[in-house]
């Protein structure tokens, strides 16, 4: 039996920035196409540490981007009111066509109890997995940020909740705060697994932070797949490269990283505009 041509894409009459914008970092990607299936990649992406409409500008009218601010729509996912805050009132300036997202109306069904006070970048995040996720796996979604978020997807795609933890820059900071004489460690320079046996103070909390963020993460991934057959793993956010492969499911399959899922998600969020 011949397989089914896969759907085309969608090339958008206007361009679409989408914008993710957390707790320690600001990302925003243009699309000009949609794919029919799999997760839509950004022409290009931009990230802040905090709004700056300057280089948002620059970014966007750069030589080669693919489309003029005068032919973009605006799209925003966020968990950071002040940020968020900052950005709207520059579209705002512009008089840019912005659309803010919510839980409702979102192409994701969601099994919580509030789903208003789900993070939308969890939403959106969810959104993105559904499009990379086997038709009938579950998946879970691990987004490793200024906060960790690992959450379950169900094989009928709907978003079921999960877990939050502290992120591991978090993590530093409080053990520095807490303490009369741990030393900031930044742990946001870490790249590369550090040994389990830490020889001097530093070393020690780097293991600690690193391998009993990873520790929690697998934890979970194998609690939350429980009764399930082999969920899909996938990583997202600032320090998701260094851990990616050390995590995977419980079949032994390796967790995918995958850079854009937010940005991705947030594209696929709405009806094209």
Known sequence: ??????????????????????????????????????????????????????????????ADSPASPAQ???????????????????LASREEQVERLAAEGLPLAIEVERPDLVGMDRLASAIGANRLRRPTS???????????????IKPNGAFAGGAILPGIVMSARALHDYTDLLPLVPMS??????????????????????????????????????????PQVFLTGGAAPAVASLLSNEAGE????????????????????
């Open 189 to 230: 320079e870490l790249g590369v697994p550090p040994p389990a046996l830490g020889v001097s103070t530093i070393p020690a909390m780097r293991s600690g932070l690193f391998w009993g963020a990873v520790g929690a993460m697998r934890e979970l991934v194998s609690r939350l797949g429980a009764g399930l057959p082999a």
């Open 254 to 273: 390796p967790a995918a990283y995958v850079p854009h899922l937010t940005l991705g998600g947030v594209a696929l969020a709405s009806p094209l505009p």
């Open 138 to 152: 579950a998946a879970i979604v691990i987004d490793v940020g200024s906060a960790i978020t690992v959450d379950l």
């Open 72 to 90: 973009v729509d605006w799209r925003v996912c966020s968990v950071n009111r002040p940020a968020e805050a900052s950005a709207l009132q520059w």
């Open 1 to 62: 039996m011949a397989s089914e041509a896969p759907e085309p894409a969608t090339r958008l009459a206007r361009g679409l920035v989408a914008i993710d914008i957390g707790n320690s970092r600001i990302k925003l990607g243009l699309f000009t196409t949609i794919p029919g299936a799999g997760l839509p990649t950004p022409d290009r992406s931009l990230s802040l540490e905090r709004w700056d409409g300057g280089r948002v500008q620059q970014w966007l009218t750069a």
